[in-house]
């Protein structure tokens, strides 16, 4: 992997916001579509820039192609990605919303089937879900 080029891939904010949720977990285009609220296009075309650079792969299941950090990084590239998401989180308030979105989606157990069969309310209650956690935060300050 060239370094040029992953440090290219990660000099977007999507691509980092999308880097921040598959160092979670496996996701297809309509649940990264879902939780970080961008169109298909765009999400589709910036999982394309990021496997080029070799950081993420893909993998089919049915009908779905889902996204993953490639297995086969470095351990140094998979320490810099981590540390990246710390100063994520850290300093910025769109990738903690986009965790707390994507931790509604999993609490509420959605995949994307649900996203295919009902994906207005998948959209109402991650909405709902982030709403709580702010007031919850409102209250503690």
């Known amino acids: ?5 992953m440090l290219k891939a990660l000099g977007d904010e999507t691509r980092l916001r999308i880097i921040n949720l598959l160092m979670e977990n496996e996701l297809c285009v309509c649940e990264l579509e879902t939780i970080l609220l961008v169109s298909q296009p765009n999400i589709s075309r910036h999982l394309q820039k ?15 192609i889902h996204y993953l950090i490639d297995p086969g990084i470095s351990k140094d590239t ?45 959209l109402e209650n991650l909405k709902k879900a982030v709403q709580h956690e702010e007031m919850k935060w409102q209250e503690l300050l």
């Not at 992997?1 to 080029?5: E, G, K, S, Y």
């Not at 990021?50 to 779905?64: C, E, M, N, Y």
């Not at 540390?83 to 994507?102: A, H, K, M, P, W």
């Open 78 to 122: 998979k320490a810099l990605l981590e540390s990246l998401i710390v100063l994520l989180e850290e300093f910025g308030v769109l990738y903690q919303r986009d965790r707390e979105r994507f931790s509604a989606y999993n609490k509420y157990g959605y995949n994307c089937r649900h996203l295919t069969e009902k994906k207005e309310t998948v």
């Open 50 to 64: 990021l496997k080029q650079s070799g950081l993420i792969t893909s993998k089919r299941d049915g009908q779905w």
């Open 1 to 5: 992997m060239n370094p040029v080029d």
